[in-house]
């Protein structure tokens, strides 16, 4: 077995979701949604932060329900900021709002799976990156969906967040070339079979 994505580390929690979510590609409009907004709320933290308190964050926003959360007013937003179990930044949640207003427009007139899918043609992109040092920060591809979501309301979604939350919901396939997760997370493509996990 080769060595993992060396950005995981060894916490177990982080490789746990190394191995078994990061990459895999993710086909329901709510969920893509929820990742992005967490996403939106790693910005100038790190991944495991987030991850910690996924949790919690599931619970202060109600599931992740947009049209739920589309309906928040100051209420909601001092409920949050006084939550110290999610990031407590009034920016980010005011934004949780625009973004849920935006998704449900997006899903109404085409459905968010297909608005995000449809920018690779319903098929994982499969990168052979050898060393996270090739990995880019952003690609055309993020620059385009991030400025599509910007026009859409969308905010805390910049070309670097959209990068990362594509990499995580298997738009596109990032594992390195010798990482052992890497094989099955390719064959979760559209027309293949995937195989049980190890």
Not at 86 to 92: E, L, M, N, S, T
Not at 96 to 102: E, P, Q, V
Not at 150 to 174: E, H, K, M, S
Request: hydrophobic share 40%.
């Amino acid at each position: 077995m080769g060595e993992r994505c060396d950005w995981c580390g060894t916490d177990p929690l982080y490789v746990a979701y190394h191995d078994h979510e990061w990459g895999v590609p993710e086909f329901d409009s709510r969920a893509l949604w929820e990742k992005l907004v967490l996403d939106g709320f790693q910005a100038g933290l790190s991944w495991l932060t987030i991850l910690r308190k996924r949790e919690n964050f599931r619970t202060a926003f109600e599931g992740f329900d947009p049209e739920r959360i589309a309906g928040w007013g100051e209420p909601e937003i001092a409920r949050c900021l006084a939550d110290p179990g999610i990031v407590r930044h009034r920016g980010k949640i005011e934004a949780t709002i625009d973004n849920a207003r935006g998704f449900l427009e997006i899903e109404d007139t085409q459905g968010f799976y297909d608005f995000v899918w449809a920018h690779v043609g319903h098929v994982p992109v499969q990168n052979a990156f050898a060393s996270m040092a090739e990995v880019p920060a952003q690609t055309p591809l993020s620059q385009d969906l991030s400025k599509k979501l910007r026009g859409a309301g969308f905010r805390f979604c910049g070309p670097t967040i959209v990068y990362a939350w594509l990499q995580a919901t298997g738009v596109v396939n990032d594992h390195l070339v010798g990482c052992p997760i890497r094989p099955r997370v390719a064959a979760m493509a559209p027309g293949t079979e995937a195989p049980e996990p190890r």
